[in-house]
């Protein structure tokens, strides 16, 4: 029975050893960069740590049926003491165990946070280029317009001048004839003759449609 009581002793020892070991790889994670879900070893290690606690209180469940098997004058204070101390560690292990992986769970939380934090400023920033080259494109716009509208008022006071030229220059022409024709004998009762034939050709037209007019009416 002692026999069985040392190598229950031993497991226990060795089992918290591992625990603590697991506890060093098991905290580092969380200083360490955290992806935003938990990563493989992360989710091994903490059931390699759920599996040594569960098999430490079925050690120390088995060193209290040994104990209470044994005689009370085989039985000692010192086991005793050593069963409650066992019970003590795994206590605090348990304890370790929740803070660490509480940490590790508020550690990931901050960086999800800050990685959605960073999001939201990289796509504010993406927005905000996207707007200002809008508003590029948007005035490039406007500038051709101004430029487009420049250029059709350009020609139309180029064709404006050209108009108000032309006329200048007939009126010179017209000037210069009336001047020359003026200059020539006899030119000015020429004109007044050809005037007062087109005056008496046009009253003799007249008559005669008129006397067409009444011919028609009076054999009806």
């Given at each position: 029975m002692a026999s069985g009581w040392a190598q229950l002793r031993q497991q226990a020892r060795s089992l918290e050893s591992q625990t603590e070991k697991l506890f060093q790889?098991?905290?580092?994670?969380?200083?360490?960069?955290?992806?935003?879900?938990?990563?493989?070893?992360?989710?091994?290690?903490?059931?390699?740590?759920?599996?040594?606690?569960?098999?430490?209180?079925?050690?120390?469940?088995?060193?209290?049926?040994?104990?209470?098997?044994?005689?009370?004058?085989?039985?000692?204070?010192?086991?005793?003491?050593?069963?409650?101390?066992?019970?003590?560690?795994?206590?605090?292990?348990?304890?370790?165990?929740?803070?660490?992986?509480?940490?590790?769970?508020?550690?990931?939380?901050r960086a999800n946070l800050l990685s959605s934090v960073r999001n939201d400023i990289d796509q504010y920033h993406s927005s905000s280029r996207e707007d200002a080259d809008y508003l590029l494109d948007e005035r490039r716009r406007l500038d051709n317009s101004h430029n487009m509208a420049d250029s059709v008022l350009s020609q139309a006071y180029a064709i404006n001048e050209s108009f108000a030229s032309q006329r200048a220059m007939l009126g010179n022409i017209n000037r210069r004839v009336m001047h020359a024709a003026s200059q020539i004998p006899g030119i000015n009762t020429i004109i007044s003759?050809?005037?007062?034939?087109?005056?008496?050709?046009?009253?003799?037209?007249?008559?005669?449609?008129?006397?067409?007019?009444?011919m028609v009416i009076y054999f009806r």
């Open positions: 790889n098991y905290s580092s994670l969380a200083s360490s960069s955290l992806p935003l879900n938990p990563s493989d070893e992360e989710v091994r290690m903490e059931q390699q740590i759920q599996d040594i606690l569960q098999k430490r209180e079925c050690t120390i469940a088995s060193l209290s049926r040994t104990l209470e098997s044994e005689s009370a004058v085989n039985s000692s204070a010192a086991k005793l003491q050593n069963l409650v101390r066992h019970k003590e560690v795994l206590a605090e292990h348990n304890k370790e165990f929740t803070r660490i992986k509480n940490n590790i769970h508020s550690a990931r939380e003759k050809i005037n007062t034939r087109k005056k008496r050709d046009s009253i003799i037209l007249g008559m005669l449609i008129s006397l067409c007019f009444l």
